[in-house]
């Protein structure tokens, strides 16, 4: 299971110019099977008023699901799932932000994969740039992954964090933390802001940052691509049929 996560950046390059199709060519030259995307722009005059979860989906071929961070009269901000495999059912969680700051709305766009291997969720998310803000929404999070472990789980996102933060660290305690890289900003990556953790039921085959001209253009960050697989399958999913013994 190859994923992916991605700041598009509402699909505005390093130079200045509006293009989602050069998002879509990034994320189809990697193929990824889930690609978990931030900084989503939903009927926005800045964006064209596109719904840009579901355009990119449409093109490439993908599930789709879309919360919102931020909200105004007319258009939404926030984080998408894009999925080869069925969407079962999605939410959002509201993170918290200090009350007397003027900081954007965080969440975290909770979703359940029908993976042939069976269920598995899948969350994204875009944390706060204040270290206090950050480590408030982690400890949500963390509350509410333990709430939910008895699926597989991959948390991924844009966490505007360095690797040996405490909120990273924090979540390393719970979580596997899959080996970050460079890919803020995009055009000469310094900085590790993007990560992915997973459950014990995975482990991790490669992890690699696509560096092309094409994506070192089309954002202010590069994708960071983690391939994934089972390490121990988990029981399938039983039909309603089989649950009540209809078919015996």
């Known amino acids: 299971m190859r994923i992916m996560t991605y700041n598009i950046r509402a699909g505005r390059g390093l130079d200045g110019r509006l293009s989602l199709n050069r998002i879509a060519q990034v994320i189809q030259a990697e193929s990824p099977d889930v690609v978990a995307l931030q900084e989503v722009d939903s009927q926005r005059k800045r964006s064209t008023y596109e719904d840009q979860a579901h355009v990119l989906a ?3 071929g993908y599930h789709c699901a879309f919360v919102h961070a931020r909200r105004w009269t007319r258009g939404e901000y926030g984080n998408a799932i894009l999925s080869r495999f069925p969407l079962l059912d ?21 979703c359940r994969l029908a993976h042939p291997d069976g269920d598995v969720h899948v969350w994204n998310t875009h944390l706060g740039l204040l270290a206090a803000e950050r480590r408030a929404q982690v400890a949500v999070m963390i509350q ?31 979580l596997q933390r899959v080996l970050s890289h460079r890919t803020f900003p995009g055009f000469l990556p310094v900085v590790h802001l993007d990560h992915v953790f997973h459950t014990k039921h995975l482990r991790v085959d490669r992890t690699f940052v696509p560096k092309t001209l094409l994506a070192r253009r089309a954002s202010d960050h590069l994708p960071l691509v983690v391939d994934l697989q089972w390490l121990k399958k988990p029981a399938p999913r039983l039909e309603a049929r089989q649950i009540l013994n209809l078919d015996r």
């Open 144 to 174: 509410e992954y333990l709430r939910h472990q008895e699926l597989p789980l991959i948390l991924c996102g844009d966490f505007n964090a360095r690797p040996r933060s405490k909120e990273i660290s924090g979540l390393g305690l719970h």
């Open 58 to 60: 449409d093109r490439l």
């Open 90 to 110: 999605f939410q959002r969680l509201a993170l918290p932000k200090p009350a007397r700051l003027p900081v954007e709305a965080r969440c975290v766009l909770q």
